[in-house]
């Protein structure tokens, strides 16, 4: 980790990015959780949404301190978002599942690469809002199920998984390409971005073995 001092407008546009991810969070747990077989599905997905909110004000509340505006600082994630979404509409149970295993999981991997070139307060909350794996987890337990239970499901969900990651990545690299600041925060931070693209794959791969998934 450098021992230099982010820019306090690339901290920012970190945070802007995170906030705004927990707030499309909490919408799609709960659309989610309509779509869940069951009721007890569905009350452990609304609850886990109930969380996302709570991270979303905790770091609304950051940005605050910090002298920004939260709804400028998420304003420029907006579209790249919510294309993002609309291009990976799930269409069923697992499909959803699916997108919140892989997509939140390759987002959170990112997202520790950047904290780790923060200091203080910033990193040690960006970690904390990532902690909470229960959503992964209860995710990857009901793929795992599904996958013993009919094996051919594997291989429609590996195909849509590989469509979740390209699209994650065309649209992060829009982002890039508009927010060079968080591209800069990296850099400041002395990372190698082939390395940094390595590791991510890495843990994508071994991400989607765990659950029976193809890469």
Same mark, same amino acid.
């Given at each position: 980790m450098?021992?230099?001092t982010p820019?306090?407008?690339?901290?920012?546009?970190?945070?802007?990015?995170?906030?705004? $991810?927990?707030?499309?969070?909490?919408?799609?747990?709960?659309?989610?959780?309509r779509?869940a077989?069951?009721?007890?599905?569905?009350?452990v997905?609304?609850?886990?949404?109930?969380?996302?909110?709570?991270?979303?004000?905790?770091?609304?509340?950051?940005l605050?301190e910090?002298?920004?505006?939260?709804e400028q600082?998420m304003?420029?994630?907006?579209?790249?978002?919510?294309?993002?979404h609309?291009?990976t509409?799930?269409?069923?149970?697992?499909?959803g599942?699916?997108?919140?295993?892989?997509?939140d $999981?390759?987002?959170?991997d990112f997202?520790?690469?950047v904290?780790a070139?923060l200091?203080?307060?910033d990193?040690?909350?960006?970690?904390?809002v990532l902690?909470?794996s229960r959503?992964a987890?209860?995710?990857?337990?009901?793929l795992?199920?599904?996958?013993?239970?009919?094996?051919?499901?594997?291989?429609?969900?590996?195909?849509?998984?590989?469509?979740?990651v390209?699209? $994650?990545?065309?649209q992060a690299?829009r982002?890039?390409?508009?927010r060079?600041?968080?591209a800069e925060?990296?850099?400041?931070? $002395?990372?190698?971005?082939?390395a940094?693209?390595?590791r991510?794959?890495?843990?994508?791969?071994t991400?989607?073995?765990?659950?029976g998934?193809?890469?």
């Open positions: 450098s021992d230099l820019p306090a407008s690339a901290v920012v546009d970190l945070l802007g990015m995170l906030a705004y $991810g927990e707030l499309v969070a909490f919408d799609r747990m709960a659309a989610d959780a779509l077989p069951d009721l007890r599905r569905r009350a997905l609304s609850e886990m949404a109930g969380r996302e909110i709570t991270n979303y004000c905790r770091l609304a509340d950051r605050t910090l002298g920004a505006d939260p600082a304003r420029p994630y907006v579209q790249a978002v919510s294309d993002y609309t291009q509409e799930p269409a069923d149970w697992l499909e599942l699916a997108k919140a295993y892989v997509g $999981g390759i987002a959170d997202t520790r690469e904290a070139v200091t203080g307060p990193r040690d909350l960006i970690l904390d902690h909470d959503h987890d209860f995710a990857a337990d009901e795992r199920a599904a996958i013993a239970a009919d094996p051919k499901v594997a291989n429609r969900l590996s195909m849509w998984s590989r469509r979740l390209g699209e $994650g990545i065309s690299l982002v890039a390409a508009e060079p600041s968080l925060l990296l850099a400041g931070g $002395g990372t190698d971005f082939q940094l693209l390595k991510l794959t890495s843990a994508h791969t991400r989607m073995g765990a659950v998934l193809n890469n």
